[in-house]
């Protein structure tokens, strides 16, 4: 199942499923609950990201070609930091270059998102995937200045301005994606491919992520999890590309789809 949320002519927000040739029902019941396909057709002005997150959970440095490129050792554990609920963007809505804490260096990051159905605490690795809802895509959007030289040491700085998190277009169940660690993921930046990989290049898998965060820790139902980013950012390139107004930045991800965000400067 595809699950969109959107909103309605009128503005009312609600979830719906998605189907062949761009019909969306109704979905009926909870998100994190019973649900199902009402089967009522409806109308979708807008596409909103697909939840509003309990947490943003982050994994950096998860990709091997990822960590060869900038030049770190794989890590033993996996290395965690947050993002911030403000940094949710829908899909279709811009990408905000920071003015008023300027800038210069804002770099895109394709990530698989875990979605978290079921409250996790000390999960069993060969048990975690019973707790997912779905997949999603993200752009871990990164202001690579802040992430490595501004935050004194910690990388939520770069990590959390305004609009830094988009994820969408839909979450989909886990009943169409049995393996998540065998998919594309790519970046498209103004048309040209920067990111172009499998999430079979992960360190640590989807089931491996969801054991240790959940080790002495309760995931609840509602928090998303990016898995990390392959190679191919922009800061690794020589020179660097990084993200500048009017550029257009599509996350694709093989069996979920396509997230699309313009990009524009923060006005004050």
């Given at each position: 199942m595809k699950i969109i949320r959107y909103q309605d002519a009128s503005g009312t927000t609600g979830y719906g499923v998605q189907h062949a040739q761009g019909k969306v029902t109704r979905l009926e019941g909870e998100l994190l609950g019973a649900h199902r396909d009402s089967g009522e057709t409806v109308t979708v002005a807008k596409i909103l990201a697909p939840l509003e997150p309990r947490d943003i959970m982050c994994i950096g440095l998860?990709?091997?070609?990822?960590?060869?490129?900038?030049?770190?050792?794989?890590?033993?554990?996996?290395?965690?930091?947050?993002?911030?609920?403000?940094?949710?963007?829908?899909?279709?809505?811009?990408?905000?270059?920071?003015?008023?804490?300027?800038?210069?260096?804002?770099?895109?990051e394709c990530e698989l998102a875990v979605v978290i159905g079921k409250t996790c605490h000390n999960v069993k690795k060969e048990d975690a995937l019973k707790h997912v809802l779905g997949y999603t895509c993200a752009n871990d959007v990164s202001a690579r200045d802040w992430q490595m030289n501004g935050g004194g040491g910690q990388w939520c700085r770069g990590k959390t301005f305004a609009t830094f998190c988009p994820l969408g277009p839909c979450i989909v169940t886990t009943d169409e994606i049995p393996d998540p660690n065998a998919l594309s993921i790519r970046t498209i930046l103004n048309g040209q491919v920067m990111q172009d990989w499998n999430t079979n290049d992960m360190i640590f898998d989807v089931p491996t992520?969801?054991?240790?965060?959940?080790?002495?820790?309760?995931?609840?139902?509602?928090?998303?999890?990016?898995?990390?980013?392959?190679?191919?950012?922009?800061?690794?390139?020589?020179?660097?590309?990084?993200?500048?107004?009017?550029?257009?930045?599509?996350i694709s991800i093989e069996k979920i789809g396509d997230l699309t965000n313009p990009v524009i400067d923060e006005v004050l």
């Open positions: 998860n990709y091997r070609k990822h960590a060869e490129e900038g030049g770190k050792p794989v890590p033993e554990n996996p290395v965690l930091f947050f993002k911030n609920h403000g940094t949710l963007q829908n899909p279709g809505d811009p990408i905000v270059l920071p003015t008023a804490l300027k800038s210069n260096e804002v770099d895109y992520l969801i054991a240790f965060l959940s080790a002495s820790t309760k995931l609840l139902p509602g928090t998303v999890i990016l898995t990390g980013t392959p190679h191919g950012v922009g800061a690794a390139r020589k020179p660097p590309v990084f993200l500048k107004a009017g550029d257009s930045v599509t």
